[in-house]
């Protein structure tokens, strides 16, 4: 964990430097097979020798046996004819370190294969594929729930990836987990990486927050001219859930050479076309040569993808799924309201629209239609904790530790936050990975408080929720900010100030169109209880009087820096 944490204050001394945030995601191990006590030099292999892959944990890794981490092969189906594939931790493919071996015969906890191609067996670490395996070991090794309990609670994670995810029993149990340690409010994505998980993907992109479809080792499970139909139904199960979906190994050439080639190229457009909310780097970055120019090749090429991003066919792909060109509609309130604020945008052309939420849902539902426009969205916390904070900080003392947070872990939540760039132009509305920068947070004596409390032309501020912020970076098109008003502010000040900060960052000047969005919320009693919303307006260079931006200033997350007037 040292090394790990280390990492981790270095990401946030880089962020405080380039003033760009990211977002924290503990991805587990799982029940992913490993050879085990492998010598110092690397190990040779022969095309059509035989080796043995056996369960006896104590026998040392030769080139004639190679002991693995799993128990027993019994029940996992292993039968001769299976593949397997031996290779370094996140491989390309293209490399010689890696193996293809064909099942011959079974003998109790022995395999024995052959090899299929001449390889060096090296890397940090080698991990055993094996394609139609049931692998029936816990979905959290020991290693993760430590990891979990300690490093991920002590740094406020948003996200855990759930490595090797089967079905919903698996993500249940990892919430059952995070829940224990007082990570109730980070979220799961569910890792779909074997044929038992693409099977599952239905109960698995229901009951988990976001999807990473890892490519790598599903590719070693499926036959090469299937894979395109199962990452094409999977980005579109996605979609149309309103689930973002994270997509891995890209331009896996590039951890050898400073350019990808034409198909890889390709490739990532593809992915922004398809739906895309993201991609993730692996090879490319944890031992390429060419890391940065890596990320600016990908970066530009997701840009230029979403520039041709055909949204007005997509939004009507997703109306037409939900019948809402019949008679009878399967849509509900929010999704109505949603949807209805991404067309109200594409109809009057609009430079921007603005969110307000409190779970991250109305974003979500929101970014599900990937509107045209930019997202801008507000981020307020739970209304009940508002009410108690206020009444907090009205009471003498005035003091007090954010709610839900010791003050031993309130700088930690805070730096471990993380977010593309709100200050992309309109244009550059894109994939969490071609998004610009935003301001960092340096810790403070107490949270923002921002809660919007909709009635007709007003909005009036008590909380802020700093965790749902960092979370809505993952949907596609959204960009998220959070606001310090003093209460007193008149009805519709935020807005006010949200717009000038979308004028300050580029997104929107004068003249502009905006829709303004908030789903209906019921049930907060006196809290907060409200209908639903959408209202347009125009950009002007209106100033409310006695409002300056110093006095009142609009923070983005992670941000101390006031909002200045333009000239």
Request: contains cysteine; hydrophobic residues 40%; charged residues 20%.
């Amino acid at each position: 964990m040292d090394y790990h944490q280390e990492t981790l204050d270095n990401l946030r001394v880089a962020m405080r430097n380039t003033k760009r945030l990211c977002c924290t995601m503990l991805d587990t191990m799982g029940p992913e097979i490993i050879v085990l006590n492998r010598p110092d030099a690397p190990i040779s292999l022969t095309a059509g020798q035989t080796i043995t892959l056996t369960c006896n944990k104590t026998v040392p890794a030769s080139a004639t046996v190679l002991p693995i981490s799993y128990p027993s092969w019994v029940g996992t189906g292993l039968a001769p004819g299976s593949q397997i594939f031996v290779g370094q931790y996140l491989f390309t493919g293209s490399e010689t370190s890696s193996v293809y071996l064909t099942v011959q015969e079974v003998r109790g906890d022995e395999a024995i294969c052959t090899c299929n191609n001449t390889c060096v067996l090296e890397g940090l670490a080698l991990t055993v594929h094996i394609a139609h395996m049931r692998n029936e070991a816990p979905i959290l090794a020991d290693t993760d729930l430590a990891a979990i309990r300690q490093w991920g609670a002590a740094n406020r994670i948003d996200y855990v990836c759930v490595s090797f995810a089967r079905n919903a029993a698996d993500i249940a149990s990892v919430r059952a987990v995070l829940d224990s340690c007082g990570l109730d409010q980070t979220r799961i994505m569910a890792k779909i990486e074997n044929l038992e998980g693409l099977t599952h993907s239905p109960e698995l992109i229901e009951c988990s927050d976001a999807v990473l479809l890892s490519r790598g080792n599903l590719g070693i499970c499926l036959d090469p001219e299937k894979m395109f139909l199962a990452q094409k139904k999977l980005l579109r199960a996605c979609n149309l859930a309103g689930k973002p979906c994270v997509v891995t190994r890209v331009v896996d050439t590039m951890t050898e050479a400073p350019r990808p080639t034409r198909a890889e190229a390709t490739d990532v457009a593809n992915l922004v076309l398809d739906g895309a909310d993201a991609i993730v780097l692996g090879s490319e970055t944890f031992r390429g040569k060419y890391p940065v120019d890596t990320v600016k090749t990908v970066l530009a090429i997701c840009k230029q993808a979403e520039n041709c991003f055909d949204n007005q066919s997509y939004y009507r792909s997703l109306m037409d799924y939900f019948g809402c060109y019949t008679i009878s509609p399967n849509l509900g309130k929010r999704e109505a309201l949603a949807s209805s604020a991404v067309r109200a945008a594409e109809k009057i052309s609009a430079a921007l629209i603005i969110v307000f939420t409190v779970t991250g849902q109305t974003a979500r539902l929101v970014a599900k239609y990937k509107p045209a426009s930019p997202i801008l969205t507000v981020v307020c916390s739970d209304p009940h904790a508002a009410k108690a904070h206020n009444n907090d900080r009205y009471s003498a003392s005035g003091g007090g530790a954010p709610l839900g947070l010791s003050p031993s872990v309130r700088e930690p939540a805070a730096a471990a936050a993380a977010a593309p760039a709100a200050a992309a132009p309109a244009e550059d509305k894109a994939v969490a990975a071609a998004r610009g920068p935003i301001p960092f947070l340096p810790a403070i004596p107490l949270p923002q408080v921002v809660c919007p409390d909709i009635r007709s032309d007003g909005l009036k501020w008590t909380l802020m929720g700093e965790v749902q912020a960092r979370q809505c970076l993952l949907y596609r098109g959204v960009m998220p900010i959070m606001a310090d008003p003093d209460f007193s502010l008149p009805g519709g000040a935020i807005l006010d100030y949200a717009i000038a900060y979308a004028k300050q960052a580029g997104m929107v000047k004068s003249g502009d169109k905006v829709v303004v969005s908030q789903c209906p919320r019921t049930g907060y009693s006196d809290v907060m209880e409200e209908a639903g919303v959408v209202k347009l307006i125009t950009v002007d260079d209106h100033h409310l009087p006695g409002m300056t931006f110093n006095n009142h200033p609009l923070f983005v997350i992670g941000s101390m820096d006031p909002l200045t007037k333009q000239d």
